[in-house]
């Protein structure tokens, strides 16, 4: 199985920031498909720019590719509206679920932007930037995310 994990960061693809969250989303990949091939990116947020990786992954076979940043409110925060671009039906129980979980915590989780869809087979997800923000995002899903993959792959129907 083929994932994806492209980090969205100004700072991060000018090498003025470490980027900490896309490597620890790896891990989390890693840990439920140790059989996985994962492919990282880094890039700036510059809408464009998304759009065309988003489609060429998919295009690739890439059955999930989860995005890092880009969903806030900051004018340079673009990911979801790339995403949508992209994608041809909506997840947002995904999207809900990791707002809502993280905002058990932090009530800040309820002002991030980020959607989850389907372009064709290829489940594109987008997690917040930070690196506490994105491990909890993910793991708030992880356990839905096998289950989707399957049946987005035409896989099986039901639990």
Do not use: Y
């Not at 100004?10 to 920031?17: E, F, P």
């Not at 998919?58 to 995403?83: C, F, N």
């Amino acid at each position: 199985m083929r994932f994806a994990v492209l980090t969205i960061s100004d700072r991060c693809s000018q090498g003025l920031m470490q980027d900490t969250a896309g490597p620890a989303v790896v891990a989390l990949l890693r840990a439920q498909w140790p059989e996985g091939a994962i492919e990282t990116r880094l890039l700036p947020d510059e809408e464009d720019q998304i759009e065309a990786a988003l489609r060429e992954l998919a295009a690739a076979g890439a059955v999930l590719v989860l995005t890092v940043g880009g969903t806030g409110m900051s004018p340079r925060d673009r990911t979801p509206e790339a995403t949508r671009r992209v994608i041809d039906r909506e997840a947002p129980g995904l999207a809900e679920a990791m707002r809502s979980t993280g905002a058990q915590r932090n009530q800040f989780a309820w002002l991030s932007r980020g959607v989850a869809g389907l372009a064709g087979r290829t489940l594109i997800v987008n997690l917040p930037g930070s690196q506490k923000g994105a491990e909890e995002s993910l793991a708030a899903i992880l356990s839905l995310l096998k289950h989707a993959v399957d049946v987005a792959a035409g896989g099986q129907t039901h639990p």
